[in-house]
């Protein structure tokens, strides 16, 4: 089990798998949205603690389309977690719980800033990896 929350405590929610993967998003939107890490997971394995209720969505303008949510009260990006998709990413950041995860990818290196160094051997990708 895998235990996450927000930097208040407000939302809290767990995973009941490993999430499938974990990269980084070097893209203004991602990065704005301290948001960058993120790990894939699967709609069915989330289950809610508690906050729900505390989560908001920013949902951009064209072309834009992915909602970002975040707590209400303290502002913790939760990436996607509200999303309808059967797989979707959320904040590595809001995980309590140790994963064993490594970076698997890098995204959008075409927006990364100077001021980002890219410390891993992860696979780097001007825009989404090929899939």
């Known amino acids: 089990m895998i235990q996450g929350s927000c ?3 407000a939302v809290r929610f767990e995973l009941l798998a ?3 993967t974990m990269g980084t998003c070097h893209c203004s939107r991602c990065r704005k949205a301290g948001a ?3 790990v894939f997971v699967k709609r069915e394995d989330l289950r809610w603690v508690q906050g729900r209720e505390h989560v908001a969505t920013y949902q ?3 072309p834009y389309k992915y909602a970002r949510c ?3 009260i303290c502002g913790s990006s939760l990436g996607e977690i509200l999303s309808e998709e059967s797989s979707f990413p959320i904040a590595a950041n809001a995980l309590d ?3 064993g995860l490594r970076n698997r990818f ?3 290196t075409s927006e990364k800033p100077g001021w980002v160094q890219i410390c891993d051997d992860a696979p780097q990708n ?3 990896p090929a899939t």
């Open 7 to 9: 930097c208040c405590g």
């Open 18 to 20: 490993q999430p499938s």
């Open 36 to 38: 960058s890490t993120i």
């Open 60 to 62: 951009p303008e064209a």
């Open 70 to 72: 975040f707590c209400r």
């Open 97 to 99: 719980t140790e994963t």
């Open 106 to 108: 890098h995204e959008f």
């Open 126 to 128: 001007p825009g989404h």
